[in-house]
């Protein structure tokens, strides 16, 4: 009785199956994620649940478990309601022909990752746009540098020539005045 209330009471859904995945004893918390009543999910197998994109990954989840005697892993389950879960299963071989499975509810943490990933995504958008832009302008800057630059030594230029101008001028009337 005291195990039983343990099992009753854990914050983690719990499922016994048979080796062929047939739902043999659930607790209330399995009851509540899945939305089936108890003797709903008693009439279930594993396949049942599991959404169609993931029957292939939880036979293979359900064979580990049976031949290596565990497994662990996250699947996408369907509600009663018809609404897609996801789920962390961790599941061990009690016997050969009893596996308990611990199943938690990640929906939430899932979507809140998947959103995170979306911002990453675009935040990189963004920061590659922000790069060739700041990249442009740098180029465009380096362009006016050159100019700049160019033209500095041209005016120089002009400036000793003009030096070297006025100083033959002024060797000129310096000669005519003499």
């Known amino acids: 009785a005291r195990y039983r209330n343990y099992i009753d009471n854990a914050p983690d ?12 004893e659930v607790n209330q918390r399995a009851c509540e994620m899945s939305g089936y009543s108890k003797e709903e999910l008693l009439s279930k197998a594993v396949p049942d649940l599991l959404a169609s994109d993931m029957q292939d990954a939880g036979a293979r989840h359900f064979k580990r478990v049976v031949t290596d005697g565990f497994a ?10 018809g609404e897609r879960r996801y789920w ?7 016997s050969e022909t009893r596996m308990l499975g611990f199943v938690n ?3 939430d943490m899932r979507k809140n990752e998947e959103e995170l990933q ?3 995504n675009q ?25 700049f630059i160019g033209r500095e030594f041209r005016i120089k230029e002009l400036r000793t020539k003009i030096h070297e101008l006025t100083e033959q001028l002024s060797h000129y009337e310096q000669a005519d005045t003499e």
């Open 72 to 81: 662990s892993g996250t699947l996408a389950y369907i509600t009663k309601k």
């Open 118 to 120: 979306q911002y990453r």
């Open 13 to 24: 859904g719990i499922f016994i199956t048979d080796q062929d995945g047939q739902y043999l």
């Open 105 to 107: 509810d990640v929906t």
């Open 123 to 147: 935040l990189e958008i963004l920061v590659r746009e922000r790069t060739a832009e700041l990249e442009e302008k740098n180029q465009e800057l380096e362009r006016f540098n050159k100019l």
């Open 88 to 94: 962390t299963i961790d599941a061990v071989k009690l």
